[in-house]
Each structure stands twice: as C-alpha cells, then as structure tokens.
C-alpha cells in the first residue's frame, strides 16, 4: 500500500498530506475516472476548459486577440471541433516572432509564479515561453499517473543515463540523491535515484548499471538499444532490474526486442516535449499510447489539415488546456504520429499507434 507524506507532526496514519500531496491526489483521483470515459465525453470536458482559455487569451494576450478577431471567431462562446479548426496552426516560428505578445499582460493570480520554458537546440532553433505553478502541477500528476498505470515500486531505485552538462554525471561515479525528484517524492516516499551522462563510454555505462543495481532504467532508446546489444555481446544481465523507460526518442518494435532479449524486462514508453508537458503514456495493457487528454488537446492532422484516421499518420498540434501565461492554441510541434484505432483496455482516451519522429521541414 502506497502511503503519502504526512506533513503533520505526530500524526502518521492515516497520514495528512501537505498542499501540494493534496492537490495531486486530488488530480489523481479525477484522472482515475476520467480515463473510461468515452472520447466525445472527454472532448465535451476539453471544450468546457477551452472556452475558458480562449476567453482568456483573447482578453489578455495580444497576439490571440488578433488571431480570433482574423478567424471571425467569438472567444467567449462555446467551443466546438469546428470552430477549432477555424483557428490557424501556431508554428514554431509564430512562436518565436510573436515575442511578448503572446505572453499574457494579466496572468490569473491564482495560477501562481511565472517559470520560463526553453526548448532544445536539438529540435530547431529554441523556443522560449513561460509556465505556471499550476501547469507545473498537471505535471507532477501526470508523472504520478504514469507511476500508477505501470505499478512502479516507490521504494526501488531509479537509474537515469540521459544527456547533461559536459564533464558533469561522467563515470564511474555518476550523482546520486536519495529521492526520485520532485515529482515523485511530493505525494509518496520514494527510494533513492542515481543518473549517468550519457556522453559516458558505453562500457562504462554498462558496469555501472551493474554496480547501482537499478530497479528501473530511464534512457533515451537509441542509447538503449546499444547498451542492449552489448549486454547480449558480454552476455551481461541486470539483476534486480524490473522496467525500462524511454523518452527523447521514437521506440521501436525492434527496441522492445532486443530490451526483452538483454534483460528481460518490459519497456515503458511515453510522449512529451518542453512545451506542454507529457503528451501521452503508454497503455498499462498495451504497447500503444494514450493522449493526456485531461492535460491537452492533441490532434494528428495531414497536410491539408484533416484529421487523420486511425492508420493515418500526419502532423501533430497541440493546445495545451492550463497554460494561461503563454497559451498555445494548435501548435504544431515539428513531429509525426501515426493514430490509432480505440484501445482494447477500455479507456476512452485517444491512441497513438506509433511517434514517428520529426516532420521534415516545410519546402
């Protein structure tokens, strides 16, 4: 049984959580319904919030009041597939000589501090924007929910070999902390978390997988998929190793292979960009992933901007439901996602068969 932090001394069961413990359980516990509920219901609830943000953003931020007022749309009234898709796409290089205009001139006290966003190099030119404490919780609830769907043990260890700083995390050594991040350890108890450059040499990554003895493994897949191959060439298991996570990067069925093969554990992968937070996780039952629809819209488009169908594979937009400091309407990421049909586990939540990685930019 998981049990969360209590914050008040003396009283430890049943516990009594802080704000924030408090807030995500709350979240949790929505999202816990709110996954079964059939697609045009969860846009129903979509629509309701977006009606909200529109208001918002062609109210406060100059470069959306020009936008509705261009599409002849009426922010306040209730939103539908349709009018959405009057609105244009908000591409990356809108976003970059927008400037402060699409920055709210009245952020909603109740949505906190500002926090400033940055995208990687890796992905274009950068992109700079800001967040919310409250985007900051939608978050750590979707980091939680990715926890819960995939029945992590809280009190196993975490190791992480993703890219840093040059010259910091190297090996042998690597860091270490005695928590998995704020993430996790604001609503439970967690064991400790340790992390690698992935700029280390691969045989050394590989010997000190072996030394920390991680319960789970986070990793970008191609830096996975040579450390498999390895493992299989030395004849090398991980012991003690339940889970592997992947993110950066497309996942392949030939990953999930040699994964299964070198270690035999499961591979968890999941969607998400600096941006809008997670995009979408994969099934508990499946090896397909489940939009974050309580988080954002997200729509897979063809060129000439129709939706695609399962099978289909097209652009991805997305319109990130809680950012009312930089809202982002139908933006279009840079990346192409294949759709899939509904999934055999029941949830009413939308499918994404395959990430299938960056568009190739516009001739």
Not at 48 to 54: D, S
Not at 134 to 151: K, Q
Not at 158 to 163: C, E, G, N, V
Request: proline share 8%; aromatic share 6%.
């Amino acid at each position: 049984m998981r049990i969360p932090h209590s914050t008040v001394p003396g009283i430890v069961h049943p516990a009594l959580p802080g704000r924030m413990a408090a807030l995500l359980m709350s979240l949790l516990y929505q999202l816990d319904q709110t996954q079964w509920l059939t697609p045009e219901a969860l846009f129903a609830e979509q629509a309701r919030q977006l009606r909200v943000l529109f208001a918002h953003a062609a109210a406060s931020v100059p470069f959306y009041g020009r936008r509705f007022a261009a599409a002849g749309l009426d922010p306040d009234a209730a939103v539908t597939r349709e009018t959405l898709h009057r609105l244009p796409v908000l591409r990356r290089s809108d976003l970059q000589s927008a400037g402060a205009t699409i920055g709210t001139t009245a952020l909603p006290k109740s949505h906190g501090k500002r926090h400033a966003l940055e995208t990687s190099a890796t992905t274009g030119a950068p992109v700079s924007l800001y967040g919310t404490e409250i985007t900051g919780i939608f978050w750590r609830a979707c980091v939680m929910r990715e926890h819960l769907w995939h029945e992590r043990r809280m009190d196993g260890k975490l190791a992480a070999i993703r890219p840093a700083r040059p010259g910091a995390a190297m090996a042998p050594l690597g860091l270490s902390s005695d928590s998995w991040g704020r993430a996790s350890g604001a609503l439970f108890p967690t064991g400790p978390a340790v992390l690698l450059n992935a700029a280390s040499p691969l045989p050394a990554q590989l010997d000190w997988l072996l030394r920390e003895r991680p319960t789970y493994l986070i990793s970008l897949p191609s830096n996975l998929a040579a450390l498999a191959r390895l493992s299989v060439e030395e004849g090398v298991s991980l012991p003690g190793l339940e889970q592997v996570m992947t993110v950066g990067e497309p996942v392949t069925a030939a990953l999930r292979d040699i994964v299964r093969q070198a270690w035999d554990v499961p591979l968890k992968d999941s969607y998400s960009c600096e941006e809008a937070g997670y995009l979408a996780m994969q099934c508990p039952e499946q090896e397909v992933l489940h939009v974050q629809s309580e988080n954002l819209l997200l729509e897979v488009v063809g060129n000439d901007g129709r939706p695609c169908v399962p099978g289909e594979a097209g652009r991805v937009l997305v319109t990130s439901l809680h950012n009312f400091a930089t809202p982002l309407i139908r933006y279009e990421l840079g990346d192409l996602a294949e759709v899939g049909a509904p999934c055999a586990c029941g949830r009413g939540l939308p499918v994404i068969a395959r990430v299938l990685g960056r568009a190739p930019a516009a001739g």
